[in-house]
Structures are given as C-alpha cells and as structure tokens.
C-alpha cells in the first residue's frame, strides 16, 4: 500500500489511479487517448466495433463503450482524461458525464452548482 | 544573474479557456473570474518578465501511460498548443528558453533531481489555460517559458515535500543563471475539485481558504501533508495543488500577497493568487502606480 494513500479507502466514490490499475486498464486508456487523432476519430465513427477488436479490447471493455457506462469505466481502471476525448467524440460534455457519475440527471447536478451557467 | 520577481498561483480548468475564446469577459457567470485577472496581467505587464517558469501537468495527451515520467522539463526552442481531441485553441505557440532549460536541468540534475527532459511535446489546457489570460499573445507572446511537468495522474505521485523541494532547487537553478534575466514562477491546478466517481462535484471553500493561507505563511506545513489528506479536504483531483507548493518552494521565505481572487462557479474553485518576493527588484519601467490598487 502506498504510505502517501493510508486511509483512501474511506473516501467513498473515489477511485485512486495507480499502477496496477494502469496496467490492467492500459489498452482501453490507450484506445480513449487515440481519440485525441482525426483519423482515430473517423474509424470509431465508421465502425466501432472494428475498431474495438484491432485495438484489442476485452469483452467487459467492449461492453462499457458500448452502453457509454461512464462509472463503470472509472471502477474498471480507466482514467478520467482520457475518457474526455471519448466523451467529446461522443458529443457529449463533461457536465453530462459528472452528473452519470453520480447517479443524476443533468438538471439535478445543476441544481447543486453555484453559478450553472459557467460552463 | 536570473531574478525571481514573484509568483503566481492559478487554476488550469479547460473551461476558462473556452470562455477566453469565446469572448465571455462580460457574461455575468465568467466576469468575476476575468476582472480576478486584471491585477495580475497588469502586474505582469508592468514587471515584463522575460521568462516564465511554469510548473504544470499533461493531461494524458501529449505524454500517456506506456511511459509517464514523474517530473519532466521543457528544452525546446517552441511548444505548439495540443489537440485535446475538440480541435486546437487559436493561439500562437510560445517559445522556449532552451539555454535557461539546459542550465536548469544540469544544475537540478546535479542536486539529484534526476528529471526527464522532452522536446517537441505540445502543452494542453494545463499550461495554455491560465497563460492565456495572464499574457497577452496577439500576434506574439511577450517572453519565454520553461515548462515543467509534474505527474498528478497516476499514482505514486511526487510528494508534496518533494514538490516543495523542487521549487527550492529551481529557485537555485534560476538565480546561478549567469544572463541577467527577469523571471516570475507560476504553479497551475486547483483548488478543490473532484470530476472522477461518485464524489464528484466535491468542493470545500472552508480548505482552500486555508490553503492559501497556509501556502503564504507555513508552506512548510501543507508539504508535511500526504496525498490522502488532499483528496480528503479538496477532492481527488485538487492533488494538483502540489504543484502550486513548488511555485512557493521557489519564493523567498515570506512573500507580499498583492492580489488573491477566489471563484467557485461549477465544479473547480477556479483560484488565482500573486505573491512578490521579499526582497523583489523595483520594476523595469517606472510607470507601474496603476497596479498598488489590487493590493487586497
């Protein structure tokens, strides 16, 4: 156990990216950061699922991307900045996955905002 | 020799930019957190730095996890601004020092800092955010930079101390720098936020507040800390403040706080602070008695 992370475990609804989750979910975080690149974006819009079995995505991985399961790719290993270019492919904005996140809707989390138009 | 005129905190949300560019100076949502600009640019304008040390992290863009350094230094002569994957911001890319890069290295390298060097890696939202409302850019930036890059992505982490640590190296590097040069140090991220799981939406003005009264009078205490304790307090992702202690590392012991401006809108408490170093040269110009008014 990391010295510097004794206790995070207590923290609910936290999910600290280490190494081990690193590796685990290495070619699913390397499949969002390709998204970063035009073409990598035009495949995934062609054909997702091609796109998935070159990359070599498992099963459980496809599954996540296919229901947009925003949690459960966070409880799976996958870091929340790549997961943002998937989440603009998708057109979507980060608003709309924070409130997935915790189980709201987009309105309910709002509603929980000081200023809601700063976005 | 190279002088350290001060230091600046800020936060580095990708938002900010977005409004920068879409002209939102006036929508009554973002002006509080442009006129919290306004002193420091002008601060900035009237102290003309030549280069601006700027300790920031990548976000998973132009480094990813096959091979994540823990602290890396910018040597390049220019970085271009990254696409995050929605196309890039329209701004110009911004030079580098390489002889001041170089120099830091050896001498950080040599105080067993044993940091990694890039070249050609773009900067994303982590460094042009901010930069982009402190420093005019039309046509081109006014100075250089040497970037720094610090993982707060993937754990372990530097420590805090070890941050705090670093900034006091680069202040070393800095003022054994042979050019007679202007430099202001900027740490970027923060403050409490949390946008992964579901505590996101976290937020704590009470710590922040304490925060930044702790990073002006007893850094030393916010670098005994560990990182449980941040995501604690400020949520997981204000970790990211250690890298505004190794702005403070790179300060004089006590520092004149000229301008602080405190913003909680969505879900960062988007932050921005200015501190001069004790014994701080007179500016440049003589005309700088605009700015004695932000003093707050």
């Known amino acids: ?119 | 020799m190279a002088t350290i005129l001060g230091g600046i905190g800020s936060s580095h949300v990708p938002t900010i930019g977005l409004a920068f560019d879409k002209g939102k100076h006036k929508d009554p949502a973002w002006a509080p957190l442009f006129k919290g600009y306004e002193p420091v640019a002008a601060w900035l304008a009237a102290q003309r730095p030549d280069v601006l040390i700027v300790f920031y992290n990548d976000h998973a863009n132009s480094i990813f996890f096959d091979f994540y350094p823990t602290f890396a230094l910018g040597v390049s002569p220019e970085f271009e601004v990254a696409d995050e994957g929605a196309g890039k911001r329209p701004l110009p890319a911004i030079a580098g020092h390489p002889r001041m890069a170089s120099h830091m290295a050896e001498c950080l390298v040599n105080e067993e800092f044993d940091l990694t060097v890039f070249q050609d890696r773009a900067l994303d939202h982590g460094f042009y955010s901010p930069l982009s409302l402190l420093w005019p850019h039309r046509p081109s930036w006014p100075g250089a930079v040497v970037p720094i890059e610090v993982n707060v992505l993937q754990y372990p982490l530097p420590t805090p101390m070890r941050c705090y640590k670093l900034g006091q190296a680069v202040r070393r590097a800095i003022e054994s720098y042979p050019e007679d040069l202007r430099v202001v140090v900027v740490g970027t991220g923060g403050l409490s936020h949390q946008i992964h799981g579901e505590r996101t939406g976290f937020n704590n003005t009470e710590w922040d507040l304490r925060f930044l009264e702790l990073l002006e009078h007893r850094p030393d205490e916010l670098a005994r800390m560990r990182h449980v304790d941040y995501v604690r307090l400020g949520g997981a992702e204000s970790v990211e403040c250690i890298m505004w202690l190794a702005m403070r590392g790179a300060l004089t012991e006590r520092v004149r706080r000229l301008h602080q401006n405190y913003y909680l809108a969505t879900t960062t408490a988007m932050t921005l602070v200015l501190y001069e170093n004790d014994a701080a040269p007179a500016p440049r110009a003589a005309a700088m008695a605009a700015d004695s008014g932000s003093v707050r």
């Open chain 1, 1 to 119: 156990m990391n010295a510097q992370l004794e206790g995070i475990q207590d923290i609910d609804g936290t999910y600290a990216f280490d190494i081990l989750q690193s590796i685990k979910a290495l070619r699913i975080n390397r499949f969002f950061w390709n998204m970063r690149r035009p073409h990598f974006r035009e495949l995934f819009a062609k054909d997702p699922e091609a796109l998935m079995d070159r990359e070599g995505l498992n099963e459980e991985e496809k599954t996540l991307v296919r229901a947009r399961d925003w949690i459960g790719m966070i409880r799976y290993g996958v870091n929340f900045f790549v997961l943002e270019k998937f989440i603009r492919v998708v057109r979507l904005s980060n608003m709309d996955v924070y409130a997935a996140m915790r189980g709201e809707t987009l309105e309910e989390f709002l509603r929980t905002r000081k200023v809601p138009d700063a976005r």
